[in-house]
């Protein structure tokens, strides 16, 4: 009997696990080591102590990668940003990370990661257009 195949927009945790360890049990069979880590920049609230904004990424086999950076409207222009950012590519560095790599899309951030030394190195333009999303790279 063939499996079922099914298509949803739910959001299911569980599966997103299923399919990242399945993923890294056949990556660590392949080159026969997994070194894949979270990291995670939190900036808190100095008066409740809730998380507002920060970094989230992972190093994985000699890279680093940058999934998310966030930023109350707030705390953005004050060095926050660059700090954090700086912080996880020491951090990437550390862990034996030589490259470290992310996207943004056109109306948030190029211009801020370009300053900090991050380049270019892929863009794909959806239609409508409006929300290109840009690759970075940056040697560590």
């Not at 920060?54 to 953005?76: E, N, W």
Request: hydrophobic share 35%; charged share 30%; net charge neutral.
């Amino acid at each position: 009997m063939p499996p079922e195949i099914t298509l949803t927009d739910a959001e299911d945790d569980a599966f997103r696990k299923l399919l990242g360890e399945g993923l890294k049990d056949y990556n660590d069979a392949a080159i026969g080591r997994h070194d894949r880590q979270e990291l995670q920049i939190r900036i808190s609230d100095p008066e409740t102590g809730k998380p507002i904004g920060g970094l989230a990424g992972r190093t994985s086999l000699g890279l680093l990668f940058i999934d998310t950076v966030y930023l109350p409207k707030s705390l953005r222009g004050t060095g926050i940003g660059s700090r954090i950012l700086a912080m996880a590519e020491e951090e990437g560095r550390r862990r034996g990370c030589s490259k470290a790599v992310l996207f943004t899309i056109s109306f948030q951030a190029p211009e801020f990661y370009k300053k900090l030394g991050w380049q270019v190195f892929g863009e794909i333009a959806p239609k409508p257009p409006g929300a290109t999303r840009i690759y970075l790279t940056k040697d560590l």
